[in-house]
């Protein structure tokens, strides 16, 4: 990206660390990882033994104590890159509901074996089969019996389940038709897969268009202790709002530097390739695609810093967290289409990395929670509208 406009912030320092380690892990990495559909541990364990999928947790429990957009600052600078920070991401964003809602016996318990990398908390299970986007609908039931819960019920899209120690479960405590508000009578809890699995937990691998380490997830009576709550029983729908709202945050930085990734690629090639005696750059059907793809990707990024200003400050920042994610998202998306047009057939093979990464920024366009939610929102805030969950 050009330096007069390249994106300043405080965290110089730990975007040029990330680009120096993703140096070690170059294309044909993750290209083979693709090929054979595997997950990239030792991309993961050199993020972990480097601290940086530690950065949000608070140095008296061993992290960094930094706040949210350091974590964005290094997911975008991965993707920028060539690489795919959803292998591990959700280590980050699982932060902000543990963090804010976990008492200080469950921080004491977690935190610090998570910061060393002991434990892995990559797994969120709330997505349902028959719920989709609706998370109020969920029907995965966590029982109450003395000093546990047994859970019964199927959870879907739960990425990373297969390489995590940990997960953050969204179940319903008490029937829906008994509450006043469709998001109460949900609550959180952590829990530990290696207890549960083989003792009611079972996870099936989902094949996907892009190398995703998605399960589907089946509990049958499983066994969770009462002390794994988080937070309070019955609103647990409010308690993850803060993680969902980090997630998207997140994500939307994800896509930032996917696309700049795509312009950057588009641009060198049109500098580069040369047909009828010059180079294709200097074909305005080239060029403004790209300028156009950069124009879009510029304006993402800054409701991404803003949604980042606001839920560092404590403010309600559900609706341009939403907002950040689906701008960012459609800036990736089109930066992807453009890139392939520039390449041509070229953009279709392996040896050029856009086909990964077309697949892997395409997942983030499926954004229905994000369009909901802004509607949601704006309903509410701006017309006056009742809340709808």
Wanted: hydrophobic content about 40%; charged content about 25%; proline content about 3%.
């Amino acid at each position: 990206m050009p330096d007069e406009i390249e994106t300043t912030d405080d965290y110089a320092d730990i975007r040029e660390a990330v680009r120096k380690l993703c140096r070690d892990f170059a294309d044909e990495y993750w290209r083979e990882r693709d090929r054979t559909k595997t997950y990239p541990s030792e991309f993961v364990a050199a993020l972990t033994d480097a601290g940086f999928l530690a950065v949000l947790i608070p140095e008296d429990y061993g992290g960094a104590g930094l706040p949210l957009s350091a974590a964005a600052a290094i997911l975008e600078e991965i993707h920028h890159a060539g690489g795919n920070g959803a292998a591990c991401h959700a280590q980050m964003y699982t932060m902000g509901t543990l963090l804010r809602h976990g008492s200080h016996a469950q921080k004491s318990r977690f935190l610090p074996a998570i910061a060393s990398g002991k434990l892995r908390l990559q797994a969120f299970g709330v997505t349902e089969p028959s719920s989709g986007s609706d998370t109020t609908a969920i029907t995965t039931y966590a029982e109450k019996r003395g000093d546990h819960y047994l859970v019964s019920g199927q959870k879907i899209w739960t990425s990373r389940a297969e390489h995590s120690d940990l997960m953050l479960l969204l179940a319903r405590t008490s029937p829906r038709s008994d509450q006043a508000r469709r998001s109460d009578g949900l609550s959180v809890f952590v829990v530990d897969m290696r207890e549960a699995l083989g003792n009611g937990l079972e996870l099936r691998p989902i094949r996907t268009l892009m190398n995703h380490a998605t399960t589907e997830v089946f509990f049958d009576g499983v066994r969770i202790p009462a002390e794994n709550l988080i937070g309070d029983e019955g609103k647990g729908f409010r308690h993850i709002l803060s993680g969902m709202n980090a997630e998207r945050i997140l994500i939307a930085a994800e896509c930032i530097g996917d696309a700049k990734w795509f312009i950057d690629k588009a641009t060198h090639y049109a500098n580069d390739r040369v047909v009828f005696g010059r180079p294709i750059g200097q074909n305005q059907g080239i060029q403004f695609p790209i300028a156009r793809a950069f124009a879009d990707m510029r304006a993402a990024e800054l409701m991404v810093r803003e949604a980042t200003r606001r839920y560092e400050a404590g403010a309600d920042a559900g609706a341009e967290a939403n907002m950040a994610k689906l701008l960012a998202a459609d800036a990736s998306n089109q930066a992807a289409n453009m890139c392939i047009q520039t390449f041509g057939g070229f953009g279709f093979a392996e040896e050029y990395d856009i086909e990964r990464k077309f697949r892997e920024t395409r997942l983030y366009q499926v954004a229905p929670v994000s369009t909901n939610l802004i509607l949601a929102h704006l309903a509410e805030h701006v017309l006056g509208l009742p809340r709808s969950y």
